[in-house]
């Protein structure tokens, strides 16, 4: 009997040990199987000076105690890519049918080549890897620089510091000028943000463009499916503490809100003043001012999902500014190109403010059929509340509300010189048509120069940024 018993107890033994081999052998076929991928994502962070190559690694690791077949890898933009990957030792595209021993894993190297004088490619260049298995899709997302620049991830300006256009600029992450520092950006840099990364100011901002070399603000990718569309980065923020900003030929494009500004100035001065600058196909907002105060003059605020918002009163003055916009295949003209107003709302709470404001000599103008009023003045309480618009042209149904009006031309085309949608043509001057009735029609003010940097009349100047020559 006892020997039985042992003799059972043997068959025990091996029969656990058979199961345990078999099951090691045997594939998990569940999608609650675990698999672990030492990267989601791999940021090639060097600074390409030549054609060059730099390879990283991650591991697939099988943590369960049964086979594991990755049914599928694949690098997603295939033999285009400027990404390379190489799955234990074979190079390729796509492997199929991979199989992971129980606790085993594999290790898949990435590298990416590129040439960063290649003037076509986007600064960030992306791809991603897909993992495919038991129904499961798991991405290990790929980013490199694609050209020479300065990039800065999540960087704070201190001190005073100054940026040349010996290289562009591209910012990751965010920049942030810190409440103390001031930053000078000289004539001809360029400066590229990524989509998550906006350009704080809370000290202050001073840009030196002229004509000829202008500062540019636009996102990182210049690709032909990406370089023209708007909300390709945040845009600019000149926060609370924030004071003594000036742009001179400053460009910003295709922002989500370009510029925005909040809260009233610590001194005298305002705390934004634009000379000559132009900004276009921002997709939320151009200019957004909230209790704030700004000057801006002989520039273009275009195309934008609402070219400038002036709320919770503040104190504001424009001069010889163009502000149109047209419907384009990525933003709809929905919205008056001005809205001004002396309040805000705080949960069921109407707080307001006083306002100062006054708009002379300036284009106020969307294409027909979409806004019938151009411009609205909505005012609550009884603050201080002055809009003057003072020989203007605008796009109206009636006359704007809350507003003293002077020598203003309503519903009258301004003659721009080329207006095409559909090859996104927006030409803003007024160089055809000699009876444009923007023409000699504006106050003389102190400001000699047009947008082109040329002179104004001697006499009337013309309405808008830019002077018929």
């Known amino acids: 009997m006892k020997k039985f018993a042992s003799f059972y107890c043997l068959l025990s033994l091996m029969g656990c040990l058979l199961f345990s081999a078999?099951?090691?052998?045997?594939?998990?076929?569940?999608?609650d199987a675990m698999i672990t991928i030492t990267a989601d994502s791999l940021k090639y962070d060097t600074v390409f000076t030549s054609t060059g190559s730099v390879t990283k690694v991650f591991k697939i690791i099988n943590d369960n105690n049964q086979k594991l077949r990755l049914s599928k890898i694949k690098l997603m933009g295939g033999t285009p890519s400027a990404f390379k990957i190489n799955v234990d030792g074979v190079p390729g595209t796509e492997w199929n049918d991979l199989d992971l021993a129980a606790n085993d894993s594999i290790y898949v190297f990435v590298s990416v080549t590129i040439n960063p004088n290649a003037s076509n490619l986007p600064f960030i260049v992306s791809d991603s890897i897909l993992i495919n298995y038991n129904g499961n899709t798991r991405y290990v997302q790929l980013e490199a620089y694609g050209q020479n620049a300065n990039f800065l991830r999540n960087r704070v300006i201190t001190g005073n510091q100054v940026w040349t256009n010996t290289l562009p600029y591209v910012i990751l992450g965010s920049l942030i000028i810190d409440s103390t520092a001031t930053l000078t950006i000289n004539s001809g840099c360029k400066i590229y943000s990524h989509a998550t990364a906006p350009f704080i100011v809370n000290g202050t901002l001073l840009i030196n463009g002229n004509k000829n070399n202008p500062v540019l603000f636009s996102g990182d990718r210049l690709d032909p499916a990406y370089k023209d569309l708007p909300a390709g980065w945040p845009g600019i923020y000149f926060r609370s503490s924030s004071k003594n900003n000036v742009l001179t030929y400053a460009v910003i494009k295709n922002a989500n809100q370009a510029i925005v500004v909040e809260k009233p100035a610590s001194n005298a001065n305002p705390k934004l003043i634009m000379h000559q600058c132009i900004i276009d196909n921002a997709y939320d907002a151009g200019?957004?001012?909230?209790?704030?105060?700004m000057q801006a003059d002989n520039s273009l605020i275009s195309n934008c999902g609402t070219n400038i918002s002036f709320s919770y009163g503040g104190d504001y003055t424009l001069t010889h500014c163009t502000v149109a916009a047209y419907s384009t295949a990525v933003l709809f003209h929905k919205n008056p190109v001005l809205n001004i107003n002396n309040f805000t709302s705080v949960g069921s709470t109407i707080l307001t403010a006083p306002i100062n404001a006054l708009f002379r000599?300036?284009?106020?103008?969307?294409?027909?059929?979409?806004?019938n009023d151009e411009i609205t003045v909505a005012r609550q309480g009884s603050n201080s509340f002055t809009v003057v618009f003072d020989k203007n042209l605008y796009r109206a149904s009636i006359d704007p509300g809350n507003s003293t009006l002077s020598g203003n031309i309503k519903n009258i085309e301004p003659a721009f010189d080329s207006i095409d949608v559909d090859k996104r043509i927006f030409n803003f001057r007024i160089t055809k048509n000699t009876l444009a009735p923007g023409i000699n029609k504006g106050s003389i003010t102190g400001f000699l120069k047009d947008l082109?940097?040329?002179?104004?009349?001697?006499?009337?100047?013309?309405l808008g940024c830019y002077e018929k020559q």
């Open 22 to 31: 078999c099951k090691k052998d045997s594939f998990i076929r569940s999608a």
């Open 287 to 293: 200019i957004l001012c909230m209790n704030s105060s």
């Open 361 to 371: 000599n300036c284009i106020f103008w969307g294409d027909a059929g979409f806004v």
């Open 452 to 462: 082109d940097d040329q002179n104004r009349n001697n006499g009337l100047p013309d």
